[in-house]
């Protein structure tokens, strides 16, 4: 799933690409693609796209009576439509604008999760689906964030998964998190204190400052396997700190990746849900 530095550096594109063109129409191509009824999208026929904004892992497609919130979930992107065919592969919703381009919603796989909320100007942010994001995972401060760990005892890695806890960051930042901060994946938040906190800020600002550098040096979003990073994905491999093998605990729908020696005092963690360590 597209996370921080991949929503970001994609709506700073999108900004620089669409700015100015007057919305025509907006097009659910699924029907399950409008999440909202109220305000309806043609509210914004006519206005100019002021800017593509970003909240969490959501963009922000900004017009002056209403905000298109757009959820690209799992296999979903935002990106302009050349070919406008009637039944794109994929398509969800389309954008066009009245000088001919279009933007188009795709989402690749089954699940057809991505979608779009119409909000009204000025509520975007106390309104569904962000009113209950926590705090951009960028602007936490090392007291706030020990305040939600203590109020929140959880495995870390949960936490800064959890979008109401912390947003923005998803499953591969949550590894490089915590590999940076060497920090166990499975410590938990109640027992982190101030000094815990100040070391997973600075590395949630070293990984997402790393992510943003990558991205912004491409002209569209990466594929998850192209992204930067020390232990995401690269079980086997010799961690690039200490050089200690790269571990993963394997779950039904995700993996956590981790480096024993620089997170876990060289303990193995347990491939199951319920042990904590390997004898």
């Known amino acids: 799933m597209p996370e921080l530095p991949e929503v970001q550096a994609h709506a700073e594109r999108l900004t620089e690409a669409f700015t100015g063109d007057r919305l025509a129409r907006f097009q659910p191509i699924k029907f399950t693609a409008l999440k909202t009824a109220v305000p309806p999208p043609d509210e914004a026929y006519g206005h100019a796209l002021e800017e593509v904004g970003r909240r969490g892992k959501y963009l922000l497609m900004e017009f002056a009576p209403l905000t ?11 990106k302009e439509d050349e070919k406008q065919s009637l039944k794109p592969r994929g398509g969800q919703a389309r954008w066009r ?14 699940e057809r999760r991505a979608g779009v909320w119409c909000v009204p100007a000025g509520q975007v942010l106390a309104s569904a689906p962000l009113v ?9 401060t090392p007291q706030e964030l020990a ?14 998964r959890n979008q109401r806890c912390i947003a923005g960051i998803g499953r591969r930042l ?5 590999h940076r901060a060497k920090v166990s994946p499975f410590a938990s938040t109640g027992k982190l204190g101030l000094e815990g906190a100040q070391r997973v ?11 943003l550098a990558f991205e912004r040096s491409r002209t569209d979003m990466s594929a998850s396997a192209d992204r930067p ?25 995700y993996r956590v990746h981790y480096c024993p020696t620089c997170q876990t005092g060289g303990k193995v963690l347990a491939d199951n849900t319920t042990s904590r360590f390997l004898k």
């Open 229 to 253: 990073g020390g232990v995401h994905k690269r079980t086997g491999e010799a961690c690039p700190v200490c050089g200690d093998t790269v571990r993963e605990v394997e779950y039904s729908s």
């Open 147 to 160: 305040t939600r760990f203590a109020a929140q005892p959880m495995r870390l890695h949960t936490f800064l």
């Open 97 to 110: 604008f009245e000088d001919g381009r279009a933007l188009l919603l795709t989402e690749a796989g089954t």
């Open 201 to 211: 800020v600075d590395a949630i600002h070293d990984s997402v400052t790393e992510g």
């Open 174 to 178: 949550a590894n490089e998190v915590c």
């Open 68 to 78: 298109f919130v757009v959820h690209l979930m799992q296999g979903g992107r935002l």
């Open 132 to 140: 209950a994001l926590g705090p951009e995972a960028m602007d936490v």
